[in-house]
């Protein structure tokens, strides 16, 4: 699949934008005593084999910019070996991936960066998956490897709540983020199949249903391409540490 470099250079323009207007803003934060600046680790991410980290500033009253960066390095999924007792297939699936997320902040309580708070944010995401695709021919299991990547875009707004639970220490209670956009990547697999394979396998394809987007594929005799685009949702929410400075 081939990288959608307008979008994906879009994100990274705002993203830099959030951090130049930080920039323009110093003057207007010296009198935040406590420092202007907040970096944070997201902890139930540690769990899923994902570091997630995000930058905030301050820039103007109870308003705030960030940048978050999600990196998951591609391996087998965390407890996997729960999916292998329920499916070797989902068992054997890899994943990794890199996200970029720009946001803007607006704090509801006393002051920037405490008490509840609203962030509409965009996101950038990159997956790479792989996964042995099974399916029956001639009354036997066969198995085609997949792999590729998808590229995801999305808007979404975050609802959340951030404390001083300690001196210049902070968590961030990101509750409920829904963000919606589109999608696009590709599954390729090299196999020789005769033409009952071929058919039989285009006939398991068949059955996959997906809650966005859409899924398309090709069958040959060398192997397979499954394609999907079309809309791509999904819900952001984590428990993270931060450091005032």
Same mark, same amino acid.
């Given at each position: 699949?081939?990288?959608?470099?307008?979008?994906?250079? @879009?994100?990274?323009?705002?993203?830099?934008?959030?951090?130049?207007?930080?920039?323009?803003?110093?003057?207007?934060?010296?009198?935040?005593? +406590?420092?202007?600046? @907040?970096?944070?680790? %997201?902890?139930?991410?540690?769990?899923?084999?994902?570091?997630?980290?995000?930058?905030?500033?301050?820039?103007?009253?109870?308003?705030?910019?960030?940048?978050?960066?999600?990196?998951?390095?591609?391996?087998?999924?965390?407890?996997?070996?729960?999916? %292998?007792?329920?499916? +070797?297939?989902?068992?054997?699936?890899?994943?990794?991936?890199?996200?970029?997320?720009?946001?803007?902040?607006?704090?509801?309580?006393?002051?920037?960066?405490?008490?509840?708070?609203?962030?509409?944010?965009?996101?950038?995401? %990159?997956?790479?998956?792989?996964?042995?695709?099974?399916?029956?021919?001639? %009354?036997?299991?066969?198995?085609?490897?997949?792999?590729?990547?998808?590229?995801?875009?999305?808007?979404?707004?975050?609802?959340?709540?951030?404390?001083?639970?300690?001196?210049?220490?902070?968590?961030?209670?990101?509750?409920?983020?829904?963000?919606?956009?589109?999608?696009?990547?590709?599954?390729?697999?090299?196999?020789?199949?005769?033409?009952?394979?071929?058919?039989?396998?285009? +006939?398991? @394809?068949?059955?996959?249903?997906?809650?966005?987007?859409?899924?398309?594929?090709?069958?040959?005799?060398?192997?397979?391409?499954?394609?999907?685009?079309?809309?791509?949702?999904?819900?952001?929410?984590?428990?993270?540490?931060?450091?005032?400075?």
């Amino acid at each position: 699949m081939n990288l959608n470099l307008k979008k994906l250079g @879009l994100t990274f323009v705002i993203g830099l934008g959030c951090l130049q207007v930080c920039l323009a803003q110093t003057n207007e934060n010296s009198a935040v005593a +406590d420092g202007a600046n @907040l970096i944070k680790l %997201n902890l139930p991410s540690l769990a899923l084999k994902t570091l997630n980290v995000q930058y905030e500033r301050a820039i103007y009253g109870k308003t705030s910019v960030g940048l978050g960066i999600r990196v998951m390095p591609k391996g087998s999924l965390p407890f996997s070996s729960l999916f %292998n007792d329920i499916d +070797d297939q989902l068992g054997s699936l890899e994943l990794g991936n890199v996200a970029i997320t720009p946001e803007i902040k607006f704090y509801l309580g006393k002051g920037v960066f405490k008490g509840f708070y609203i962030a509409p944010y965009l996101r950038y995401a %990159n997956y790479n998956a792989s996964i042995n695709y099974e399916f029956t021919s001639n %009354n036997k299991t066969e198995i085609i490897p997949l792999s590729g990547k998808l590229n995801t875009y999305t808007a979404g707004v975050l609802f959340g709540a951030q404390w001083e639970i300690a001196n210049k220490l902070y968590l961030d209670w990101s509750i409920f983020g829904p963000q919606y956009g589109i999608s696009q990547g590709s599954l390729i697999g090299k196999k020789t199949l005769d033409t009952q394979e071929q058919k039989d396998l285009r +006939d398991e @394809l068949d059955g996959i249903d997906l809650p966005v987007g859409k899924v398309t594929y090709t069958v040959d005799g060398n192997g397979a391409s499954v394609n999907l685009k079309g809309p791509w949702a999904g819900i952001r929410a984590n428990i993270g540490i931060g450091y005032r400075f």
